[in-house]
């Protein structure tokens, strides 16, 4: 099922880098509330297969794998089937939410691939190389990020798990803002990072902070 997200603003402040990944990552302050987080973790979806002969999910070297493509992992369910035609229904894909993923041990993500290419590039045109891991972009203006307030007058600092949609939004406001449109760059902020961030830090700008789907319709 996709999800489709509609703004009806876009809206930039200048936060003087509040969000700084690096500095975040080695907080050791108090988490956001446990609800708070598990609200944005659980509309993320993630994809594993299952075996129903073994009882146990596909696992490389011992950790149990998700992708965040459901592509990808029909590509693999399908060559399960190829190499062992007698797997018939007993594999299968089943749908985890991040939030149930990441408390589990000796599990790795599986990133799209094209998405990685992308951050590679990214990394490249930014002169700070992509470190591996699911890449998320998000939109800067010079040290600032996008901010996105909607019909409700909330407000989130997206990131997307696929550039494409990242690249609307920035199509967006630069014709809504053509002044700025060369202080417009992208960022790339792993997964792993970010998820490591809404769990350690206390910066209230860290609320701001939304997972963009996958699958979503942006």
Known sequence: MKIIIRWS???FIFLATLLNIAKLENSKALALPQDVLVEKLDRITLYSIYDKKSGEQAKFKNSKIYFVSEEDAKKALADIHNENPESGDLAYIVEYSLEVVRGQDNFIYVPDQDEVNLAKAVGEANQSPYQGGVPLFVGKIDDNYIILTGDNSQE?????????H??????????????LA???NVEVVSLESLV???ETSEDPV??????IPYNSEF
Request: charge should be positive.
């Open 166 to 179: 990242l690249d609307k939004l920035i199509t967006r406001f630069k014709t809504e803002n053509p002044e």
């Open 206 to 211: 860290v609320k701001k902070i939304q997972l």
């Open 9 to 11: 603003s876009i809206l």
């Open 182 to 184: 060369e202080s417009i």
């Open 156 to 164: 989130i600092i997206p990131f997307f798990f696929k550039k494409q």
């Open 196 to 198: 490591h961030v809404l």
